[in-house]
């Protein structure tokens, strides 16, 4: 399979944005693969899942030395509880 800028997401190209040193994902533009109206729904979705949650806080613990689970978990349960 052959890829033009942009990453093969459940059998579709999702816009590839380039930065200095990385290259990410928007999630606007993902969420539009799954609906043609409103993105917002779609994505605070998202970002309720626990698995989403869990990924959030990895990423962190690993990409960010000012991380604060204890802070982090206080958003973790609000979400899980919503």
Known sequence: MHRRNGMHIIFRNAPQITGVNDD?????????????????PVIANWMRRVDTLEYLKLW????????????????YLACIII
């Not at 990410?24 to 917002?40: C, H, M, P, Q, W």
């Not at 962190?60 to 958003?75: R, V, Y």
């Open 24 to 40: 990410y994902v928007s999630l606007t533009d993902i969420a539009r693969l799954k609906t043609d109206g409103e993105t917002n």
């Open 60 to 75: 962190e613990q690993i990409n960010n030395a000012n991380f604060k689970p204890t802070d982090f978990e206080g958003l």
